[in-house]
């Protein structure tokens, strides 16, 4: 029998009972930094392995790494959900604090690790990774010895990440403080309300276009006041990672990017090169929506607005059976999970001020379980954030049976699982769908996650590249920033867009995380590969589960190239790849122009 209630707040206590004070986070803790001051007495006395008989300290290395790991995650996604929850949380901040003290010093053996690994001769380093105690760590001791520093010295390198706690990462977290931090005062119906940022964006799906734009108005006024005091904010951020990337021998600035996402440049090259292509198909959807609208054009305001009735309110335990549902006709594994995370409070989704803006879903490997972040308004959109979401949340299911150190995924495969998911709600609703009108509404809100991918995220990754090359020459000014941002928006969406919010800099959450530089074509390329695993999965029906949660489990031991050859035997190299996916979005927007032109 289905449940008709859910709450609304997420269950932190089943993770470390009393929020910011808890005693159990307290005991989490300190047994994390007694596990850090452990590897730092074994990193002292660790050298270069000079034969496979020395092999016992190097796998316990590794698997006192991988614990510290899970133990850090662990700590950090707690302590993001409680600042989420109420940014004002004073003790929250100062647990963020200590716990960065401690992966700093993490981070510091880590260093020492991989440069004691490198110097490994190798023969040797073959020989060590044939062994059957770390042959299945080979891909990552590998990636470690690679990525070792090689033009500094153990000082210099723990210079920076002492630098980086309260410079780098905290310009970071001052973000986040100050976007939360921020109320607007929203006229909706001819009511004046409070609001956070975080509410305000949502408005952006209103079915009424006065309060769209209101909202809109607001936001960008809001940004132009504060453009200063962000454009410190990003200019510290990339100018520390561009001091630092010098210091390293890194030349270009997508480098680091390609490298933790496990991808080559001429994967990603390839992908824009498809895509700048294909460009026409959804500027002719964005032009024929405008019309629907009224408009000769498309203004920004619009975008996400509902072009028919069916954007009807749905309620939150609606939601929740319609997800549970359709995961269902995916596999058992599938449904019991979505139930599990509606079932045991894994989903903050109250409608409220004074929380994060930022949605977002956050792992707690110890305890093999996820919390996922958003405010819920009973807009579709909600339902496909939720969704999205918990498409991270089954990725992090899916990983429980790895071990720690492949346990960590590159965000492109992280941005799949989440794809895929809400391609299980587009296919349903599209299936469910009788009139013309319910139809359009559905194409039109798969159409938007198209254009968001291609046009979107394309503007963000040339916005950041030029950014990057003017930031080398010293501070870019909050005016030179909006300039960027406009003409980045213009390019990337071939004039199709009126009315840009050129401080989209400002309110995209993704150029302030300090951990993942450019986290932009991630969302492209995991778009596009779950566009060919819903493919194959359609095809192979509820058998393929067990094909998708072993591809999911492989996310975190090969790079993107190797893991779509073995699993879905494509070269993601070539132009053909991505045109297959792509090709698909286009007959998505033929139909659009079809449906709403009879």
């Known amino acids: 029998m289905e449940k008709t209630s859910y709450s609304k707040k997420w269950n932190l206590d089943k993770v470390f009972m009393g929020g910011s004070t808890s005693i159990q986070f307290l005991n989490h803790f300190n047994r994390l930094e007694a596990q850090v001051h452990e590897l730092e007495g074994n990193v002292k006395t660790f050298i270069t392995p000079l034969s496979t008989n020395e092999i016992i300290r190097l796998v316990h290395l590794v698997e006192n790494i991988g614990n510290i790991r899970l133990y850090l995650t662990q700590a950090n996604s707690f302590i993001t959900c409680l600042l989420a929850e109420n940014p004002k949380d004073q003790d929250a901040a100062v647990l963020r604090g200590k716990v960065a003290q401690i992966e700093s010093r993490f981070e510091k053996e880590l260093s020492k690790v991989k440069k004691i690994l490198r110097n490994t001769k190798e023969d040797v380093w073959e020989s060590i990774l044939e062994t059957e105690e770390l042959h299945e760590y080979r891909f990552i001791l590998n990636e470690w010895r690679e990525n070792a520093a090689k033009n500094l010295s153990e000082e210099e390198l723990n210079l920076i990440s002492d630098l980086m706690i309260d410079g780098y990462h905290a310009w970071g977290h001052f973000y986040k403080d100050l976007v939360s931090s921020i109320n607007l005062n929203i006229q909706i119906n001819g009511k004046e309300e409070t609001l956070s940022v975080g509410q305000a964006i949502n408005l952006r799906s209103h079915h009424n276009e006065e309060v769209r734009k209101e909202a809109h108005y607001v936001l960008e006024s809001t940004w132009k006041e504060k453009e200063e005091l962000f454009s410190k904010i990003i200019n510290h951020i990339v100018g520390f990672r561009i001091q630092v990337n010098n210091k390293l021998g890194i030349k270009s600035e997508i480098e680091e990017p390609l490298k933790k996402n496990r991808m080559k440049e001429e994967t990603l090259n390839t992908m824009w090169t498809v895509i700048s292509k294909y460009k026409q198909p959804f500027s002719n959807y964005l032009n024929k929506k405008a019309e629907m609208i009224g408009e000769s054009s498309m203004k920004a305001y619009n975008f996400w607005a509902p072009i028919t009735k069916s954007n009807q309110e749905i309620k939150f335990e609606e939601a929740a059976t319609l997800i549970t549902e359709h995961f269902r006709q995916f596999g058992t594994e599938l449904e019991a999970f979505v139930k599990e995370a509606f079932d045991e409070g894994w989903i903050e989704a109250e409608n409220r001020p004074n929380k994060s803006a930022i949605p977002f879903c956050a792992s707690f490997p110890l305890t093999g379980e996820s919390r996922v972040f958003m405010t819920f308004r009973g807009a579709f959109l909600n339902v496909l954030t939720l969704v999205h979401e918990l498409g991270h949340a089954f990725h992090n299911y899916a990983m429980k049976s790895v071990n720690g150190l492949n346990k960590r995924y590159p965000l492109s495969i992280a941005e799949t699982a989440s794809t895929f998911s809400e391609m299980i709600i587009f296919d349903a609703a599209m299936k469910k769908a009788k009139s013309k009108e319910e139809k359009l509404f559905i194409l039109d809100e798969k159409l938007k996650r198209s254009v968001m991918n291609f046009m979107n995220m394309h503007s963000r990754f040339i916005f950041e590249q030029r950014f990057y090359k ?108 991505w045109e297959k996916g792509i090709k698909l979005c286009v007959e998505d927007a033929e139909e659009f122009i079809k449906l709403s032109s009879s």
């Open 470 to 577: 003017e930031r080398n020459e010293g501070i870019v000014s909050a005016n030179r920033l909006n300039q960027l941002m406009e003409e980045s928006i213009n390019e990337a969406y071939a004039g199709s867009l009126e009315q840009p919010s050129i401080h989209s800099w400002v309110w995209t959450p993704h150029y302030y995380i300090t951990q993942s530089p450019f986290y932009n074509f991630p969302y492209t390329f995991g778009y596009l590969f779950a566009l060919g695993i819903y493919a194959k999965a359609k095809e192979k029906g509820i058998d393929f589960e067990k094909d998708y949660l072993n591809l999911l489990r492989d996310s975190g031991s090969m790079t993107v190239e190797d893991l779509v050859m073995k699993h879905l035997g494509e070269d993601i190299t070539s132009e053909e790849f």
